[in-house]
């Protein structure tokens, strides 16, 4: 199987710079009109489908607001999931898990392997257990084809507390996560599969990026603050490799599927203007 890496960087050139998440939770299924129901999510989740997953790079499921529904909205995750990957795009799996031992290769198999009913392209973790802690999820993403998106400056504020602490050889917690994925993409081409999530609301981040070699997951962008020319500042030299993310900007278009598209195409135009001009 192809890596991760080869196939996000054929989706992109083919269908543009841009991941669209799918967080359906109560207030926007009630701007679409929908009961805040399992009912409600199948019809939110089938026309987000329908309107963008034959024309986005990769849409991000949020795993949080179909586990809410226990089981019955786990089993319209594993549609969503199927009629995804039926569209041609690709899914990135919104779980940000992170643990150790037995329990990541847990998670691991039931996302990164085949065979399970939840897999999919790639996931976002949590390193904060150390990265280390994650490497049955990097060994199974790479015996599989798979990513890994691993979070490393994140938007919220509570994040900087623990992101930039420094350690003892005067790099900030951030960094050392930086350097480590960077390191498992050695020699990747074009792009490597191990990615990091850097929020776009956080303006000059201070921190290396430049030797990543895989891709960047910008999320934030559109109703969290950020615009696409913020990406400049975020990331500068490296804009090559950053891949926007963008949920209630795009779904509060809904529900029709030509004003989610129409919404879609919008955001793809302003921020291949802002990649292209790096």
């Not at 009630?30 to 939110?44: E, H, I, N, Q, Y």
């Not at 987000?48 to 499921?61: E, I, Q, S």
């Amino acid at each position: 199987m192809e890596s991760f890496g080869t196939r996000l960087h054929r989706a992109v050139t083919e269908r543009g710079p841009l991941c669209v998440g799918i967080d359906p939770h109560p207030g926007l299924l009630a701007r679409w009109g929908l009961a805040d129901d399992v009912d409600g999510l199948d019809r939110f989740t089938r026309t987000v489908v329908d309107a963008l997953g034959d024309r986005v790079a990769v849409v991000k499921p949020q795993s949080a607001f179909f586990e809410r529904f226990g089981s019955r909205g786990v089993a319209i995750l594993e549609s969503t999931i199927r009629q995804l990957r039926e569209a041609g795009s690709l899914v990135l799996l919104d779980v940000k898990r992170g643990d150790i031992g037995s329990t990541v290769s847990a998670y691991a198999s039931a996302y990164l392997d085949p065979s399970s009913p939840l897999y999919v392209d790639a996931v976002t973790a949590s390193p904060y257990l150390g990265v280390g802690s994650l490497a049955p999820m990097f060994e199974l993403a790479a015996e599989h084809g798979g990513g890994v998106f691993v979070l490393a400056l994140t938007s919220n504020p509570e994040g900087a507390a623990v992101q930039r602490a420094r350690t003892s050889d005067g790099r900030t917690v951030a960094q050392t996560v930086i350097d480590e994925i960077s390191q498992l993409n050695s020699g990747a081409n074009p792009l490597g599969s191990f990615g990091l999530v850097v929020g776009a609301t956080i303006g000059d981040t201070g921190h290396d990026l430049s030797t990543v070699g895989g891709p960047l997951l910008a999320p934030g962008l559109g109703a969290q603050g950020a615009g696409a020319a913020d990406l400049r500042t975020v990331f500068g030299s490296s804009l090559a490799a950053v891949l926007p993310s963008y949920s209630r900007e795009v779904l509060s278009a809904g529900p029709h599927v030509d004003a989610l598209r129409a919404a879609a195409e919008r955001v793809l135009g302003e921020c291949r203007a802002v990649l292209a001009a790096r």
